[in-house]
């Protein structure tokens, strides 16, 4: 490892946010860490599409959803940050960096880890944080539209390492597609309610 550092401490905005993973992919090609990719691949397409919105009238907030975008992606670098210094990670990190290391799944197995442990792991935890409330909901849920439209190309993209499976990819995109979506979809569910759930209870004792 050289000096280079995956830490969020100098993003603040979009351009250096986009710039940041441009190197982070540098860095986990050239420290030989193929498995960490497609999850990395994956969220800087969701996120360069979600950039792409903003300015068009998709979103209510723009402000809000730029700041949310960057608060969220911090949680991921701060992740890689730890991991790669050798320093303890929470646990939905930590089991998916220990299966990159075995290196015995298919890569889109990889993909669905690194969402479960940014979503999972992560997501309630940055909306709470920024504490926008129930107004932020809808932009929240106009994500979902936006990785809908992007896990065709985010699933076309993946590297598979057994040509077979890249053959079942290509050809029956579909079958991945759908399901993918659907579990994306219920965890950002669960995390946003689970993000509400301190300021109802706050609420309900005011």
Not at 187 to 194: G, M
Request: charged share 20%; net charge positive.
């Amino acid at each position: 490892m050289d000096t280079f550092s995956f830490s969020s401490e100098k993003l603040r905005d979009i351009q250096s946010l986009i710039l940041h993973f441009d190197k982070v992919k540098v860095q986990l090609v050239k420290n030989k860490q193929p498995n960490l990719i497609p999850f990395h691949d994956t969220y800087f397409l969701i996120t360069k599409s979600v950039f792409s919105k903003l300015g068009t009238g998709f979103f209510e907030n723009d402000e809000n959803m730029t700041s949310f975008v960057l608060s969220f992606a911090k949680f991921y670098f701060d992740a890689l940050d730890k991991y790669f210094k050798g320093e303890s990670v929470s646990s939905a990190w930590k089991f998916m960096f220990n299966q990159c290391e075995k290196n015995h799944l298919p890569r889109f197995v990889y993909l669905l880890l690194g969402v479960h442990a940014h979503i999972n792991q992560d997501l309630s935890l940055c909306v709470r944080t920024l504490d926008f409330g129930i107004a932020f909901k809808n932009d929240y849920l106009a994500i979902n539209h936006i990785i809908k439209g992007k896990l065709a190309e985010a699933i076309a993209q993946l590297n598979e390492k057994s040509i077979v499976l890249k053959r079942i990819l290509r050809n029956g995109l579909f079958l991945y597609q759908m399901p993918m979506h659907q579990i994306i979809v219920l965890c950002r569910n669960l995390a946003w309610d689970k993000s509400q759930e301190v300021a109802t209870a706050e609420l309900a004792y005011a």
